[in-house]
């Protein structure tokens, strides 16, 4: 792990400007940068860069981030590879945290397994490119099933000889340890003597995210009944199967600026396709989704097609991981390729645009393609029918994202349709499959949590439920005024607020007695970590937040930030003198925030005030309470003047 020390000698030498403007042409309007937005298709520059803040902002799309997170977005980068790509720019040296003995192990053997990959895989393009065997058998296969040469480096194909240990002799002879070899997959021992494991065969490298090598498919060439048609990598410290996506490293871009990303099988899928101009596509390996799988693609988009072979085995293999997908809030399509053809051979036969045209035609709704295959078979048999209902309820269900919400009414129409069922016993039939899977949830996590507590579920989030009694207008209303506390405490809070005090500790003592009414757990995490920071003697800043690791928290600080307060540099033209900031009445801005605070909390001890009246009390009692109530009144009243006039509900 990186240590902080270094982290904040990163932080120290970012210049968003320097970064970003690497990656999108930028343009100097007032005191910010305008250039055309990267994550999506404009005419019109609406992509704003904050030198002064350090972030940026899209008004088109809505996209914003800090310097980091704008390379976690655009290169798909993970937070610390973002930091190692950084480090690397600025030359900054990385020292990393003390690991134990096994981590550190862990950590110096895939090091190693990257390093020997990496020679693997020019070895192997070597060969295919430059020897005479190499060109005769395997460069004419890739050429035969129609690859140029330039996909054929821009895939770093290769192609390993017949030889027994021809790739073994030469690893051994550059020190490369035989253990590694052995790990890697790429040399096996047999009698004693290191064999090449994938002789005869085109090799496909597989990369990670950021374009390292991590394993290998190996192809065989000559038919031979006992040999398997692939070999892969074994799963080792860097190499695990269910978490790749083959081509994910150069689809990447292509997904995040289509917002879609094409699912296929085989590596000669993705390849003839990315050939043909269409390059938003990934394959599986010919193994089933898995959870990680849909995760890496959810980080590109929502929008997933999966398309597979229109026969019985590529429909069953379509439908495998459909639970999975929903549960991650995808949007998930499908389209069978006619015909017995295959992604590969059909867009050979018909060409890019015709296949672009093809798959948007053809996409069809998971969710109704699988009731409509299921109902096939069910044919007329009642009890089936009846299973169908079940399972289709079930896989609803399962869409239970508070944002998905009307997705899952809408599929309880369509599919109570073409059932000829009742819509509301099919809406009944799916709730109790939610209520069954929050049961399960809620039990497991009494089981893992301490006594007491409680997981932060969408509630502790500060997301409304249905039956609040607030509107949703007032909720925003309030955590706009909450930013606005955290703002102040950010951006002034080692600023000093009086001779013995500063800003940060007059609105961490002011502020103890709110954090009842804060919604937002997330705001309150910001005060908390703010706190034990400032009373360790650090002297925490907005930056601190906007780069940290915690990315909830970073995007949070990144959307507290945001460009309303720029002046025009056109009001110089119209008006003299120095224009006051907020910068310059910071103190003002503190004041504020705390009064909207305080307020509420008045409101809130005056609606506790007035339920107590309602019950039975003494006459001694009774007029305790109505001079409480005449107190609090008048300190609502004494706010209120000092902000102006407010409706409060």
Same mark, same amino acid.
């Given at each position: ?24 042409? =930028?343009?100097? /309007? #007032?005191? &910010? ?5 990267? $994550?999506?298709?404009?005419? !019109? +520059? ?11 902002k ?32 600025y ?11 096994e ?24 060969i ?13 296969? =890739?050429?035969? /099933? #129609?690859? &140029? ?5 821009? $895939?770093?194909?290769?192609? !390993? +000889?017949?030889?027994?240990d ?54 065989i ?76 693609i ?49 867009v ?10 093809f ?46 919400f ?87 809070g ?37 706190k034990a920071?400032y ?27 945001d ?19 907020r ?9 504020s ?22 019950r ?28 102006g ?5």
């Amino acid at each position: 792990m990186i240590s902080q020390q270094t982290i904040q000698q990163i932080l120290s030498r970012i210049d968003i400007i320097e970064i970003v403007g690497s990656f999108v042409r =930028l343009k100097k /309007r #007032g005191t &910010n940068y305008l250039g055309l937005c990267p $994550f999506h298709n404009e005419k !019109s +520059p609406s992509f704003t860069v904050s030198p002064v803040k350090e972030i940026y902002k899209c008004f088109g799309c809505g996209r914003s981030g800090n310097t980091i997170s704008f390379l976690m977005e655009h290169e798909k980068y993970s937070y610390a590879e973002a930091l190692r790509w950084l480090a690397a720019k600025y030359n900054v040296e990385i020292e990393e945290k003390e690991l134990s003995p096994e981590l550190r192990q862990q950590q110096q053997v895939a090091d190693s397994l990257y390093i020997l990959n990496a020679f693997a895989q020019k070895w192997f393009h070597d060969i295919l490119l430059s020897s005479e065997e190499g060109q005769d058998i395997g460069l004419s296969y =890739l050429r035969e /099933r #129609g690859f &140029n040469d330039d996909t054929i480096r821009k $895939f770093q194909l290769g192609y !390993s +000889p017949e030889s027994r240990d021809a790739f073994a002799k030469a690893a051994l002879t550059a020190q490369y340890n035989l253990e590694y070899l052995q790990k890697s997959g790429l040399v096996v021992v047999r009698d004693e003597r290191p064999v090449d494991n994938y002789r005869g065969r085109i090799i496909f490298p597989i990369h990670n995210q950021t374009g390292k090598t991590i394993g290998f498919g190996a192809r065989i060439i000559k038919s031979n009944d006992r040999a398997p048609k692939y070999i892969n990598t074994p799963e080792n410290e860097i190499y695990v199967k269910s978490k790749i996506l083959y081509g994910s490293w150069l689809a990447r871009q292509a997904i995040d600026k289509q917002d879609e990303c094409l699912l296929v099988e085989g590596y000669t899928d993705v390849i003839s396709l990315h050939q043909a101009g269409v390059e938003n596509v990934v394959a599986s390996g010919g193994t089933s989704l898995t959870v990680d799988q849909l995760r890496l693609i959810k980080k590109y988009t929502n929008h997933l097609t999966i398309i597979y072979d229109g026969d019985g085995a590529g429909i069953k293999a379509a439908l495998r991981g459909l639970d999975m997908a929903l549960e991650e809030s995808l949007d998930v399509k499908l389209v069978l390729i006619p015909d017995k053809e295959d992604p590969d051979s059909y867009v050979r036969k018909v060409g890019a645009a015709a296949f672009r045209e093809f798959v948007a035609a053809a996409k069809k709704d998971f969710i109704l393609f699988q009731l409509e295959v299921a109902l096939k078979d069910a044919a007329g048999d009642t009890n089936k029918r009846a299973e169908v209902v079940g399972q289709v309820a079930e896989t609803i269900a399962r869409i239970n994202k508070a944002e998905d919400f009307t997705k899952r009414q809408d599929y309880i129409r369509q599919c109570a349709e073409i059932l000829r069922i009742e819509e509301a016993g099919l809406h009944a039939l799916v709730n109790k499959f939610v209520r069954e899977r929050i049961a399960k949830q809620e039990s497991k996590a009494a089981a893992a949590s301490p006594a007491g507590e409680m997981p932060i579920g969408e509630e502790g989030m500060g997301i409304p439920v249905p039956g609040e009694e607030e509107s949703l207008n007032l909720l925003f209303k309030h955590e706009q005024n909450e930013r606005g506390m955290i703002r102040s405490l950010l951006d002034f809070g080692l600023r000093p607020w009086d001779e013995n005090s500063s800003v940060a500790e007059y609105i961490l003592s002011e502020s103890a007695d709110f954090y009842d009414l804060i919604d937002n757990r997330r705001l309150i995490k910001i005060l908390d970590i703010y706190k034990a920071w400032y009373e360790e003697g650090l002297e925490p800043t907005v930056k601190n937040f906007l780069y940290h690791e915690d990315q909830e928290l970073s995007t949070l600080a990144v959307s507290i930030m945001d460009f309303n307060d720029e002046l025009s540099p056109n009001w110089k033209e119209h008006f003299e003198g120095k224009i006051a900031t907020r910068d310059d009445l910071y103190k003002e801005d503190v004041i504020s925030t705390l009064r909207y605070l305080k307020l509420r909390k008045i409101k809130r001890l005056m609606e506790e005030n007035q339920q107590d009246l309602s019950r039975p009390h003494t006459e001694e009692e009774q007029m305790v309470l109505l001079q409480t109530h005449l107190h609090l009144k008048q300190l609502e009243k004494d706010l209120l003047l000092h902000l102006g006039t407010v409706i409060v509900k």
